[in-house]
C-alpha cells in the first residue's frame, strides 16, 4: 500500500486530501512541521510527497531544496496557492515532479498522484544502479557524478540530462525528445536551455563526452 506524506498547515484542505487519499486505498500521513516533513521524507517510508509552499515555519520551496540535497529520490507534487509562473519554474527546477494550483479537484491530484507512482515503479524496475561510459560514472541511487573517481556536483537537472543521454549511448537525442525527458511540462520549444545545460555538463564531465549532431541533436560518445 503507497503511503503519502501530506506537508499543509490548512487542517480543512489536509483532512480533504488524506479522506480522499484512504478512500482509493492509499495510507495518508499529515503534517506541516517542517523538521518532521524532511525526516519523514528522508525515512524511505513514503513513496509521495505533496507539498504545500507556504508553511508555518519555512518556504516549501526550501523544504524541498533540503529534500533533494539529502538525495531523496521520492516523487514530490506541489500543491499550492501560488500560481506564478516564476515559482511553478523554482519548483520543478528545484525537484518538484508536478506541480498543481489551489483550488483543485480532488480527481486530478489523484490522476497526477497514480501517474508518478507508475512512472516511479518503471524505474525502480531497473536494476542498473551505476552507468559508465569512458571514465565518468554515474550513481543512480545516490544521484552523485564521478570524473576519473572525483565527486562532480550536479544539480538535478544537469543529472537527468546526463542520465538520459547515459541511458541511450551511441544515439542522437533531439532537442525536443530532451526538453520532454528532462523538464517534462511545457516549454517555449525555441529555448536553447538544452544547449545552455549541455554546456554546463561538457565543463563538468569532459568536453569530448558529448557531440553535437548538427541539425538533429546531440550524441554521447561511448
Ligand atoms: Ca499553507
Redesign the pocket.
Given at each position: 500500500m503507497n503511503q503519502i506524506l501530506i506537508a499543509?498547515?490548512?487542517s480543512l484542505i489536509a483532512s480533504f486530501i488524506a479522506k480522499g487519499l484512504r478512500a482509493n486505498g492509499f495510507l495518508p500521513t499529515i503534517t506541516?512541521d517542517t523538521e518532521e516533513i524532511l525526516n519523514l521524507a528522508i525515512s524511505d517510508n513514503f513513496d509521495l510527497l505533496i507539498l504545500?509552499?507556504?508553511?508555518?515555519s519555512k518556504d516549501g520551496l526550501e523544504v524541498l531544496e533540503e529534500i533533494r540535497g539529502q538525495g531523496v529520490n521520492l516523487a514530490v507534487i506541489i500543491l499550492?496557492?501560488r500560481n506564478d509562473i516564476n515559482d511553478k519554474v523554482a519548483g520543478l527546477e528545484g525537484g518538484a515532479d508536478d506541480y498543481m494550483t489551489k483550488p483543485f479537484r480532488f480527481e486530478e491530484l489523484l490522476a497526477r498522484i497514480k501517474l508518478r507512482l507508475r512512472n516511479n515503479q518503471a524505474t525502480q524496475v531497473q536494476e542498473e544502479t551505476v552507468l559508465t561510459v569512458g571514465n565518468v560514472l554515474l550513481d543512480l541511487k545516490t544521484r552523485k557524478a564521478k570524473v576519473k573517481g572525483d565527486l562532480i556536483d550536479l544539480p538535478v537537472r544537469e543529472f537527468t540530462l546526463a542520465e538520459t543521454l547515459f541511458r541511450h549511448p551511441e544515439q542522437v537525442m533531439s532537442r525536443e525528445q530532451l526538453l520532454d525527458r528532462v523538464w517534462g511540462y511545457d516549454y517555449d520549444p525555441g529555448s536553447n536551455i538544452v544547449d545552455v545545460y549541455i554546456g554546463y555538463l561538457r565543463k563538468k564531465l569532459g568536453s569530448e563526452l558529448i557531440e553535437t549532431v548538427r541539425g538533429m541533436g546531440y550524441r554521447l560518445r561511448k
Open positions: 499543509e498547515d490548512e506541516s504545500d509552499l507556504e508553511l508555518p499550492t496557492a
